[in-house]
């Protein structure tokens, strides 16, 4: 295997890009774990409104909103819903675990490029259920621009399973590339 | 105990003020650690007895907290009567049962849900908790007090809850007078409560079998009369103390922070001499430490007092009635009154009276103008926190210690009566 940039990182380089990967994975898993966990309760003992996309659908706008609009009223909804649970769980296990990073991080961003697709923020003010003001960028942009850092930097070669499938260097190629 | 537009203007609005300034907890559970959320959907729940009280906790069910599965009655005419309640509510149709063994059987039920006649709670009880359901079970806890010890060993033992029904923990207007009043010491130093259940009826009642040729003999009952006035008999009821008394002793334990350490009573069958058992007049003195007493008096033969606990403190009066009102008068204020007084000040007893039968007769209007709290929302509570007791394990409010210690006070006093004698818990 070729000697990557990414391997002459410093210590605390390769460190913060994954914890990065980490946190954007976990962010991911749970945001799946929880629409697969419905229906739920919680702890504090009220049930919780079950969650579907359709809401989310049909307040969509930007580009891909006809199409979202159609599939909120159709019977494809469940599968849609389906659909995002399993997307969201396995992105987030790929990141988490460092496994197969790469398509991971693909997936991540075709994610959150629909995501960021459906609601650009366009009037800068609070929406209902935000907790901030956006105007162009929201989170799901600034994850997205994460997840390329992620991308580009090939950060499971730095930790995670994918190392499992790296083979050592050989001595022929470790000496052409010193 | 009744009171003057003005006097219960003030009451109600002093009572507010003074809880405007503490965290009452006004909605309960609102306390409760936030965590991660736990899998599942609503409780599966069958309800055991469908009758006046099974129908009301019928219809408090909240879908998204309880789904009713099955419905179980003896008699078949309450089944038909509860399945209109669940259609009154939007609620699906459950399936019918006599036989509550068979009931747990067939169904897939996590909880049940009893409103069944006093004598029958412990052995039902029992049975779902060992059926490994969780439980609970109507008001007073059980017929004596060894059945209530076996069903709290019953509960320990399977790890289910059993919680007994005693809604005003549930009532938000309770929850908020002992965390903003009694527990700030509002009241001053308090040494008597007064409970009074006062009403001018028969407490029998009146109806027909589901079918000329019903025999409930099968279930211990040798008449529909029995069956339908079981609250009249000793071999099924505990008379009026188990039935209104252990509701204000529960209220009075609760507030005084203690159980009766003796209870003196009197009582008998003085008005109704129709062939009941039960007394309809009964007058009991509960002795707590410290000095304190909590004296419940029930009587069939008048209603003008209607029901109500009261707290005297030396600071204060503290007057909760029909479970929706709420009073609090500051000791030696401009309208200082306690029942008595309310009673002599009045333009006259005439004037009183008709207002108070004025308010009998619209009990609606009388409500929307008085009330601090919707009666329903108690029920409602008590069933939400029990399911949320079984998904979650959220603390119920009226587990089997709390049942069993007024319980065993109601019932000694029964005993009491019976032997004419102060008796010691």
Not at chain 2, 41 to 70: C, E, H, M, S, W
Not at chain 2, 212 to 223: E, F, L, M, Q, V
Not at chain 2, 263 to 270: C, E, F, I, K, M
Request: a neutral charge.
């Amino acid at each position: 295997m070729s000697r990557h940039p990414v391997d002459d990182l410093s210590g605390p380089q390769q460190l913060t890009l994954v914890l990065l990967r980490t946190l954007i994975g976990w962010h991911f898993l749970y945001e799946g774990y929880f629409k697969w966990l419905q229906p739920a309760w919680s702890r504090a003992g009220t049930p919780l409104p079950h969650w579907t996309s359709a809401g989310y659908l049909k307040a969509a706008s930007g580009p891909l909103a006809g199409l979202w609009h159609g599939l909120a009223g159709s019977s494809w909804l469940p599968t849609v819903d389906m659909a995002v649970a399993i997307g969201l769980t396995l992105v987030g296990l790929s990141l988490l675990l460092g496994l197969a990073t790469d398509a991971g991080c693909v997936g991540a961003l075709a994610l959150l490029a629909v995501f960021y697709l459906s609601s650009i923020p366009t009037h800068g003010v609070h929406e209902p259920g935000s907790e901030g003001a956006y105007l162009l960028v929201n989170k799901n942009l600034v994850e997205a621009a994460a997840v390329a850092v992620l991308l580009v930097f090939r950060t499971g070669r730095l930790a995670g399973l994918d190392r499992l499938w790296q083979r050592p260097a050989s001595p022929a190629l470790k000496e052409a590339t010193a | 105990m009744n009171l003057t537009p003005e006097q219960q203007d003030l009451g109600r609005r002093t009572f507010l003020k003074v809880l405007s300034g503490t965290p009452a907890l006004a909605a309960l559970g609102a306390s409760a650690l936030l965590k991660g959320p736990v899998r599942g959907g609503p409780v599966r729940i069958g309800f055991i007895g469908v009758g006046a009280q099974g129908r009301v906790l019928l219809g408090a069910n909240d879908p998204a907290y309880g789904t009713v599965k099955a419905l179980c009655d003896v008699n078949p005419g309450q089944l038909q009567k509860a399945d209109a309640v669940l259609a009154q509510n939007n609620q699906p149709p459950a399936r019918h049962y006599t036989d509550w063994k068979q009931m747990l059987e067939k169904e897939d039920l996590e909880g049940v849900v009893m409103a069944v006649p006093l004598w029958m709670h412990a052995p039902i009880a029992i049975g779902c908790l060992e059926a490994g359901k969780h439980v609970l079970c109507e008001k007073m806890m059980a017929w004596d007090t060894e059945q209530c010890e076996k069903m709290r060993q019953a509960a320990a033992k399977t790890g289910r809850v059993l919680e007994i029904g005693y809604q005003r923990y549930y009532n938000p207007m309770y929850q908020a007078a002992y965390d903003g009043i009694i527990r700030t010491g509002a009241l001053g130093e308090v040494y008597h409560a007064r409970l009074v259940w006062h009403r001018n009826g028969n407490w029998r009642r009146q109806g027909e079998p589901p079918s000329p040729d019903y025999d409930p003999s099968p279930w211990g009952y040798p008449s529909f009369d029995h069956l339908l006035n079981w609250r009249l008999y000793w071999r099924y009821s505990k008379g009026l103390l188990a039935e209104l008394g252990s509701h204000h002793v529960n209220v009075s334990n609760w507030f005084f922070g203690a159980t009766p350490e003796a209870v003196s009573a009197a009582g008998g069958v003085y008005r109704f001499k129709d062939g009941r058992e039960v007394y309809d007049h009964v007058y009991a003195t509960f002795e707590y430490p410290g000095g304190r007493t909590a004296v419940f008096s029930s009587i069939e033969s008048n209603a003008f007092d209607d029901y109500y606990e009261m707290f005297l403190g030396t600071k204060g009066t503290l007057i909760l009635k029909r479970e929706t009102e709420a009073y609090l008068f500051e000791e030696g204020g401009e309208h200082k009154a306690t029942a008595v007084e309310v009673a002599a000040k009045a333009a006259g007893p005439a004037l009183q009276a008709s207002e108070s039968r004025a308010v009998d007769a619209a009990p609606k209007a009388a409500s929307a103008a008085q009330t601090v709290v919707e009666r329903r929302s108690a029920s409602r509570n008590e069933l939400s926190r029990f399911c949320s007791a079984v998904r979650v394990g959220q603390a119920t409010a009226c587990g089997p210690d709390r049942a069993l210690s007024s319980a065993r006070a109601c019932l000694l006093a029964n005993e009491a009566i019976e032997k004419k004698a102060r008796l010691t818990v």
